[in-house]
């Protein structure tokens, strides 16, 4: 039978670009939705994300998503994108401080606007485009080749590159997480929906992973 | 090993057709935007800008539906610009698959708009498009309706207004350069790269490969943008990469 992925619909803009690229990387049906049910019964979920984690968080919990998602990962695997991903943590320091969903501990903070790179230039913020993203062991990266490029845009991260939680490396000015991963969790700072074959091949991974790290 | 600088394919798109025009005059037929992009996007392309150039209120509907069907098979970043006016206009384009919009004359003649964009929308998701012309030595001024009005603003000064207003790119055209394949304009990309805390796409002129190199090297900008070189198979993007890696920038391959 075709599983169901459910992307979760929360006001926060395009999901489009998820949606089609879920259902181009392998057999799924792919729901944009709200529907407390629908996300429940769907054998997969997406939480996206785009623009302020505190938007995010309040678009979620308006819709009473927020216990939604903490019940999902107890049965089933999820896949954080970008914000998506951001908002599994504990919490971010943009605006006046925001409090997460606390799946992953630690916490997401602004990059410093006085980066720079070994040659001594100045870094940009956001950080926008194609990163290497080093890999750690974890069955979702099956068949990428490790420091493969991901598209990533974004001005604040999740700064502890060495936390047991994460999976994936990438280097701005200095290390930070590029995937963040717990049993039927697995969280992505960058855009797969955005990388192009490699990105397509990390949601037909997903597709297939049992939630196991 | 870090951050890739970007190659970005620009579709100016006429009434659903894709056109490039030297000194947005001569207007040159290359193909169903679609089609164009898949063909950029299989080549290694890193993102895709599409501009609107007739951007009426009949075309509308058109440019969403095209921006759409894109964003269903291209799976890189999308830039959609030309006539964006209000955030209903950004908010179409972003819900029909465009993952960053861009606003050029508006900006100028409403800068809150850039505000209330970067405020509802993102940053991330916001790109200022300036086109300036040389007016004397060192210094640029802001032109707007393809090149034809002044409007005495200060090319640097204003890009790091929007800046300060919440723009996460600057879209960065030279009307002196664009259409003549003579390289970009390196003292006003380079002027504005350095000036700026947000990367800065260098567009206008580039009529060879090394220009693309010269973009990054002397103009300092985190990602070049041509039309024409790659329409009409001129070059492949896999061609500029090439050329861009020998010269030691690190990019996409």
């Given at each position: 039978m075709t599983q169901t992925v459910a992307v979760i619909d929360y006001g926060s803009g395009n999901l489009h670009s998820v949606a089609k690229a879920v259902e181009y990387a392998g057999q799924c049906r792919v729901l944009v939705t709200a529907d407390a049910e629908e996300i429940r019964s769907a054998d997969r979920v997406v939480l996206p994300g785009v623009g302020a984690m505190g938007d995010c968080m309040q678009g979620l919990k308006e819709r009473g998503l927020d216990l939604v998602v903490l019940g999902v990962i107890q049965e089933k695997p999820l896949m954080g994108v970008c914000v998506g991903m951001q908002i599994l943590t504990e919490s971010g320091e943009e605006s006046a401080g925001v409090d997460a969903?606390?799946?992953?501990s630690g916490q997401i903070t602004q990059f410093s606007k006085s980066m720079k790179n070994l040659k001594g230039d100045a870094l940009k913020v956001p950080h926008m485009g194609w990163n290497e993203v080093e890999q750690r062991q974890h069955p979702m990266w099956n068949g990428i080749a490790d420091r493969t490029r991901f598209y990533f845009v974004h001005s604040y991260r999740y700064a502890d590159a060495t936390a047991e939680c994460v999976v994936g490396t990438c280097e701005y000015g200095a290390p930070f997480a590029a995937a963040l991963s717990k049993p039927n969790v697995f969280g992505v700072q960058f855009h797969p929906e955005k990388s192009h074959d490699a990105g397509i091949h990390l949601y037909r991974n997903f597709l297939t992973w049992d939630g196991a790290c | 090993m870090g951050l890739a600088k970007r190659i970005i394919p620009c579709l100016d798109v006429d009434q659903g057709r894709v056109v490039k025009g030297v000194q947005f005059e001569d207007i040159r037929d290359a193909g169903d935007p679609v089609e164009v992009s898949r063909r950029y996007n299989q080549e290694g392309a890193d993102e895709i800008t599409f501009l609107d150039i007739t951007a009426s209120h009949e075309n509308r509907a058109t440019t969403l539906e095209t921006v759409s069907r894109m964003a269903s098979e291209v799976f890189i970043p999308l830039t959609v610009g030309g006539g964006v006016r209000y955030l209903d206009n950004i908010r179409d384009l972003l819900l029909a698959g465009a993952d960053k919009v861009s606003i050029n004359t508006a900006a100028v003649f409403e800068p809150e708009l850039v505000k209330k964009a970067a405020e509802k929308f993102g940053s991330q998701c916001i790109v200022v498009a300036i086109d300036a012309k040389q007016v004397e030595q060192a210094r640029w001024e802001i032109f707007t309706h393809g090149g034809r009005k002044p409007t005495g603003l200060d090319a640097v000064e204003w890009a790091v207004r929007m800046v300060s207003y919440g723009a996460g790119e600057i879209l960065l055209t030279s009307m002196d350069r664009d259409g003549t394949r003579d390289g970009f304009d390196l003292g006003l990309t380079r002027s504005v790269a350095d000036a700026v805390t947000v990367p800065v796409v260098a567009s206008g002129g580039v009529g060879h490969l090394n220009h693309l190199v010269d973009g990054v090297v002397q103009g300092h900008a985190e990602a070049v943008l041509a039309a024409s070189i790659f329409h009409f198979a001129h070059h492949t993007i896999g061609e500029a990469k090439e050329v861009m890696a020998a010269a030691g920038i690190e990019v996409r391959l």
């Open positions: 969903l606390g799946v992953f | -």
